[in-house]
C-alpha cells in the first residue's frame, strides 16, 4: 500500500456524509500530525477533491468528485442492467426504488426510480447512507461476514431515535436476512421513512448490491405485493447478471461475523 495514497483516501472518507472539518479535527481523527494533513488537504484542493468553506477554515468534499462519481456510475454493469427493473417496480409498487452498493461504511445510491405520483421529489443518486441504518446495506452486510464484522468493531452513529447502533442486535438481524432473503429498517436513517431491500447476486453468487422500495412510516409495514414484487425484481437483475440461483446463501453465518454477538 503507498502511504500518501491511503492517508488521501482516508481524508476523504473522513469527509464524506457532507462534514465539515478543520485540519486540526481532520489530524485528530486520523492520528495525524497536522503539518502531515495539511499538506495532503491542500493537494486534494488543488484537483478539485476537497474545497474549503468560503470565507473558513473548515473543508468538505470538492465538486470533483461528482465528476468521478458519474464515470464510476457509468461504468457499473450491475446499475444499466438493472434499471428497466426498478423502473418497473417502481410502476408496480407506486413507490421509489433504490439501488445500493458499499462505499467504505456507507451503501450508495448508483440508481434511483422516484414515485410515479409526479410528486416534488429530490434526486438520490450519488446519495450514501451509513450501512447499518440502510436496509440496503443491511443486506450487503449479511452476506459479508468480513464486511459486518470491519463494521461492528466501531461505533455505530446515530441518525434517528430509531437507529439500531447495537452490535448484537444488528448480528441477529443479519441472520434473519439470510433466512428470508429480505432486510427492513423503519426511521433509522430518516424519520417517516421506511425501506425493504433485498440482495443483488453476481454470475460468481456473490452479493454485490441490493435493492430497494422506500416506504413512508406511516404505511408500515407494506403489504405482500410490495415484498413479493421486491423480490422479483432482485431475481430478474441476478439472472441479468448470470446468477443461476436466488436467494444466495451466506458463506458462513452473519452472526458468527462480531464476537458480541
Known amino acids: ?49 476537497v474545497a474549503q468553506e468560503p470565507g473558513g477554515t473548515r473543508y468538505m468534499l470538492g465538486p470533483a468528485l461528482l465528476k468521478l462519481s458519474n464515470v464510476y456510475l457509468d461504468t457499473l454493469d450491475v446499475r444499466a442492467r438493472a434499471m428497466r427493473w426498478t423502473l418497473e417496480l417502481a410502476r408496480r409498487t407506486g413507490l421509489s426504488t ?53 463494521l ?25 436476512i439470510v433466512s428470508d432473503g429480505i432486510a427492513t429498517e423503519e426511521d433509522e436513517a430518516v424519520l417517516g421513512e421506511s425501506s425493504i431491500a433485498a440482495p443483488v447476486v453476481d454470475t460468481r453468487g456473490n452479493v454485490i448490491a441490493s435493492v430497494a422500495v422506500v416506504v413512508p412510516s406511516s404505511e408500515w409495514p407494506p403489504d405482500s405485493s410490495v415484498l413479493n414484487g421486491l423480490r422479483e425484481t432482485a431475481r430478474n437483475i441476478s439472472r441479468e447478471l448470470g446468477a443461476s440461483t436466488w436467494p444466495p446463501r451466506a458463506l458462513q453465518p452473519a452472526v458468527a461475523a462480531h464476537p458480541q454477538s
Open 152 to 176: 461492528l468493531g466501531r461505533p455505530l452513529r446515530s441518525l434517528t431515535g430509531a437507529t439500531i447502533t447495537d452490535p448484537a442486535q444488528l448480528a441477529i438481524q443479519f441472520v434473519s
Open 98 to 150: 433504490r439501488l445500493g452498493v458499499q462505499l467504505f461504511d456507507e451503501v450508495i445510491i448508483i440508481h434511483h426510480n422516484q414515485r410515479p405520483d409526479g410528486s416534488q421529489q429530490m434526486p438520490e443518486t450519488g446519495l450514501s447512507i451509513p450501512a447499518h441504518a440502510s436496509a440496503m446495506g443491511k443486506v450487503l452486510l449479511a452476506y459479508s461476514p468480513e464486511y459486518a464484522s470491519g
Open 1 to 49: 500500500m503507498i502511504q500518501a495514497i491511503d492517508r488521501a483516501a482516508k481524508v476523504l472518507s473522513t469527509l464524506q456524509g457532507a462534514r465539515h472539518l478543520g485540519i486540526t479535527e481532520l489530524a485528530t481523527e486520523l492520528w495525524l500530525p497536522v503539518s502531515t494533513v495539511h499538506g495532503i488537504v491542500k493537494s486534494l484542493q488543488g484537483h478539485g477533491l
